[in-house]
């Protein structure tokens, strides 16, 4: 079975202080939890603060996006290496708002990617169609291209680390949760489609998780269905008590899974 991840996007909320106080309350009332991973991403300034207050504990440090670069004259840019070195293990990639206010595309994706992973890091890439591109029947046209076009040219073996998390942005911040129906249909398609670009043991192995105003009342409905592997979560994550409340819930639901 895979293992459910669920991880908090802070976006850009939290000084130093308060992301530390997140962070200690996260991980104090989730220490017992085993069979679901967690993740947190910060913003960049509060990273190496969080990554010490998480140190020996069982929730991971990630950050919401890092350039293709190692070092260089890149002004405002974050490497991966530096990621690394304040402890984070994971890096969230092309997530929409990226994409629709900082001009990513699924080339700087593909690039964040492979930097990503000759980093080290476990790279979430992000997929997810507008309110627009739905409606005209073009959800899948889209989450194919940007995989497709995110994953150019890497084998199986090299993305074997790879979450990826479908987000539709129409349900991103707005309280609009796709139907876990919705959800799932879009899921099992990316399943297939990876399929179709890699082995059978790629695609059965790979965590989709979803995203779009995920809360502790609809994370059940979510991961009751066979092809969602958890959740990337943004506003819910931003009080310690809904967000565990989500990891408790998941892990419940995994444990009952496995009997
Ligand atoms: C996100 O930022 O990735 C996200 C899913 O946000 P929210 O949960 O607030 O919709």
Redesign the pocket.
């Known amino acids: 079975m895979r293992k459910p991840i669920i991880a908090g996007?802070w976006?850009m909320y939290k000084d130093v202080n308060e992301a530390v106080e997140l962070a200690n309350g996260i991980k104090r009332s989730v220490f017992d939890v085993e069979n679901v991973e967690v993740v947190i991403c910060p913003p960049f300034t509060d990273l190496s603060d969080v990554g010490e207050m998480l140190t020996e504990s069982n929730v991971g440090l990630g950050a919401q996006n890092c350039y293709w670069k190692e070092e260089g004259a890149f002004t405002g840019e974050v490497s991966p290496g530096m990621l690394k070195s304040v402890g984070c293990g994971y890096v969230i990639i092309g997530?929409s708002?990226r994409r629709q206010y900082f001009g990513e595309t699924d080339e700087t994706v593909k690039d964040k990617i492979k930097a990503a992973i000759d980093s080290g890091l476990i790279p979430i890439m992000?997929v997810g169609e507008t309110l627009e591109e739905r409606e005209s029947g073009k959800t899948m046209e889209v989450v194919r291209r940007q995989i497709t076009g995110g994953l150019d040219g890497f084998s199986e073996e090299y993305l074997d680390s790879l979450i990826i998390?479908y987000?539709p942005v129409w349900?991103?911040?707005?309280g609009k949760t796709a139907t876990s129906q919705q959800a799932q249909e879009v899921h099992a398609e990316i399943r297939k489609l990876l399929a179709d670009l890699y082995p059978d043991t790629f695609a059965v192995s790979r965590r989709l998780l979803y995203?779009?105003?995920?809360k502790p009342d609809n994370i059940e409905n979510l991961m009751n269905e066979q092809d969602i592997d958890g959740g990337?979560?943004?506003?819910?994550?931003l009080k310690s008590e809904g967000f565990t409340d989500i990891i408790k819930a998941t892990s419940r639901l995994y444990a009952e899974k496995k009997d």
Do not use: M, P, Q, W
């Open positions: 996007n976006k997530h708002e992000c998390a987000e349900a991103i911040g707005t995203g779009g105003s995920v990337l979560i943004g506003g819910a994550s």
